[in-house]
């Protein structure tokens, strides 16, 4: 069990931030469980010409409860619609 929050917004033709959050409940101990934080960027490079096509970066810190270590995650996407 568990949930997310998704946050973006077009502050530019080209530019819009995200930041993500998300926790999760994986069995009945408490050393399953992990929490996420996510910002990033997505970027339309040709809004006009292909604005189906996006650019994603992300930066992920994991924070494990259990024994697994805590990681880092650096994210790069390239999304393309038709």
Not at 8 to 27: C, H, K, Q, S, Y
Not at 52 to 72: L, P
Request: aromatic share 8%; proline share 5%; glycine share 10%.
């Amino acid at each position: 069990m568990g949930g997310y929050f998704l946050g973006a917004m077009r502050v530019a033709e080209v530019l819009e931030p995200l930041v993500m959050g998300e926790i999760a409940r994986l069995g009945q101990a408490e050393t399953l469980d992990r929490a996420r934080l996510t910002l990033g960027v997505n970027l339309v490079p040709y809004p006009v010409e292909s604005p189906s096509m996006m650019i994603h970066t992300s930066y992920a810190y994991t924070v494990n409860q259990g024994v697994d270590a805590d990681d880092n995650r650096f994210i790069i996407q390239l999304a393309v619609g038709f």
